[in-house]
């Protein structure tokens, strides 16, 4: 009985209550409206009022504020990077110095006839080394490079070694007094190069390609250093054990293709002396090829041979890029590493 008389009171008590309900929820706001019901045309045209009149300056100054935070940046890193590779250029003069360069030139430093010599190798090894980067790059945009990559790998592996190796000894063969053979085959050498790094360039970041370039530069400048002001002749001696050293650098960099896959720490190994051990022995060509060059700068002062610069800076543009790769993939490693 108090039942049904519970039920029978719930709707008077329900409409006693109801103006209260009423009355507070028409003095309360709304919190957040509901859109449920609302057409299409009513939200853009709310959405258009409040969107203020200088949007777009708002939005051309965002882009201004971030574009410029991040020339800021760029220049921080490229800071950065000069400063790492003229400590890197330092440090290997002065570890190369206190290692190896304890005796120096005795004939009171170097003549200005073998400075030029020098002097003129350098800038052919810059330029050739210019024109394989341009080559490379201009590969690269064309799709020349994936072009090769699509063909047959040997083919083109096979074909570009004998090729590079024709004109490189077409260019060391040539007279030097013959300029147009001379520096046509060089430059058909520089361009076999390009062939060759163009891969690299093309899957490889361009702030990573310019950190490499400039530890190869750093490196290879603090050893010419070195070479040039040690005693004449001194690192003459390190062309049979150098030779011993590229070999099996180059057995090691072939290990992979021989070797199977469950060997781990063997391929480890291997690509640790690729690496490694390729860096150790290219720089110590460079210190060879350069001392190599002033010993035939006083060859060609006295007569017994001639000057060639274009051959000789062959020798150092192979340098380059040989350290040039290895620092490139040792960067690859340490950036896989942090992420």
């Known amino acids: 009985m108090s039942f049904t008389i519970t039920l029978r009171q719930g709707p008077a008590r329900l409409a006693t209550k109801l103006p209260q309900v009423a009355i507070r929820a028409f003095h309360k706001p709304a919190t957040k409206p509901s859109t449920f019901f609302t057409s299409r045309s009513a939200i853009a045209s709310s959405t258009l009022r409040a969107t203020p009149k200088n949007a777009f300056a708002r939005s051309r100054s965002y882009y201004q504020q971030s574009s410029s935070q991040s020339q800021t940046v760029d220049q921080g890193s490229l800071t950065r990077r000069l400063l790492t590779a003229g400590a890197i250029f330092g440090g290997t003069v002065v570890a190369i110095n206190v290692v190896f360069n304890r005796e120096t030139r005795e004939d009171g430093g170097m003549p200005a006839f073998e400075r030029s010599y020098l002097n003129s190798t350098f800038l052919h090894t810059g330029l050739g ?62 361009a076999t190069q390009a062939a060759f790094i163009a891969p690299l360039i093309a899957f490889v970041p361009g702030a990573l390609i310019a950190r490499a370039g400039l530890y190869t530069v750093a490196m290879m400048g603090s050893i010419s250093f070195v070479g040039a002001t040690a005693k004449q002749e001194k690192y003459m001696y390190l062309g049979g054990p150098l030779l011993a050293g590229a070999a099996l650098v180059a057995v090691s960099g072939l290990a992979p293709l021989v070797l199977p896959a469950t060997a781990v720490r063997t391929l480890a190994l291997t690509e640790k002396m690729w690496l490694y051990g390729g860096l150790a022995v290219f720089g110590g060509f460079t210190l060879y090829d350069v001392q190599k060059i002033l010993y035939h700068a006083r060859l060609a002062e006295r007569g017994v041979i001639r000057q060639d610069p274009v051959s000789e800076s062959i020798s150092l543009e192979l340098d380059f890029l040989n350290i040039f790769i290895r620092m490139v993939q040792i960067l690859m490693l340490q950036q896989g590493r942090r992420k």
């Open 129 to 190: 080394v210019g024109i394989i980067g341009l080559t490379a790059r201009q590969m690269v945009q064309t799709g020349f490079v994936y072009r090769l990559m699509v063909t047959n790998p040997w083919a083109i592996a096979i074909g570009g070694l004998a090729l590079s190796f024709g004109t490189m000894i077409g260019a060391r063969a040539v007279d030097p007094d013959n300029y147009i053979p001379k520096y046509a085959l060089w430059t058909a050498f520089n």
